[in-house]
């Protein structure tokens, strides 16, 4: 069972580029999510989604967008890469439990620099 | 809004040591609370969940029990190992509108033989 696979695992980007963080999961899972990991800050959120189809904003989504169009699959795009955006990348689903999600299993991380 | 506090670290101990990492959060209604451990280069893990007050999570070795009243959720382990050097994050799940899940910032363990 391979749970959340993220790729790349590393990633140098020059600025003004863009770029796709791919996220899959083979768990049947209707929630995935997008976090950014930077020292001192812990995980933010930066986009959701509840299921194919439907994807909402969460607390740092400015140069970043997604798509779901399928429950397996949650890209990350990076539309012009900055500075700012160097990071570590991680990518969670949960299955729904009645109404709420329950625990979020994580991917590996993507290392993410921009020069 | 909904937010988690927890210890600044690092927090160094020597083997067999006992672990207090400290977890307070604010939240309307009554949200789950998590603690997630990274070890290096890997994602963040479940290490254990409490879903209502009064709630004992456990697991390995580390047990944190859901307090309503002080609203926390410490992390506890009673003898720790080397092997237990990682970062630990406390978190917890809305109530409230689209669920979400917030963490706290972290606390690094490091185990000295």
């Known amino acids: 069972n391979a749970g959340v696979t993220q790729t790349p695992k590393f990633q140098v980007l020059k600025t003004g580029q863009s770029m796709t963080l791919q996220c899959a999961q083979d768990?049947?899972?209707?929630?995935m999510s997008w976090y950014r990991q930077d020292p001192g800050m812990g995980l933010r959120l930066i986009h959701y989604s509840v299921g194919a189809g439907i994807t909402d904003q969460g607390e740092v989504p400015n140069g970043y967008n997604v798509s779901r169009s399928t429950t397996e699959d949650f890209p990350l795009r990076l539309l012009s890469a900055a500075p700012s955006q160097t990071s570590v990348y991680f990518c969670a689903s949960s299955y729904s439990f009645g109404t709420s999600p329950t625990e979020a299993f994580f991917g590996q991380g993507t290392r993410l620099t921009v020069v | 809004g909904d937010s988690v506090t927890q210890m600044e670290g690092p927090v160094t101990l020597s083997e067999e040591a006992f672990l207090t990492i400290n977890c307070t959060y604010t939240a309307t209604g009554y949200p789950s609370l998590f603690w997630y451990v990274q070890y290096p280069g890997e994602g963040l893990q479940l290490l254990l969940k409490?879903?209502?007050?009064?709630d004992k999570g456990s697991n390995k070795g580390f047990e944190a029990t859901y307090r309503k009243e002080t609203t926390s959720f410490h992390l506890e382990k009673g003898s720790v190992q080397v092997s237990d050097s990682a970062v630990y994050f406390c978190a917890l799940k809305t109530t409230s509108g689209t669920y979400k899940y917030i963490f706290g910032t972290g606390t690094r363990l490091k185990v000295l033989a």
């Open positions: 768990m049947n899972h209707e929630y």
């Open positions: 409490a879903t209502k007050a009064d």
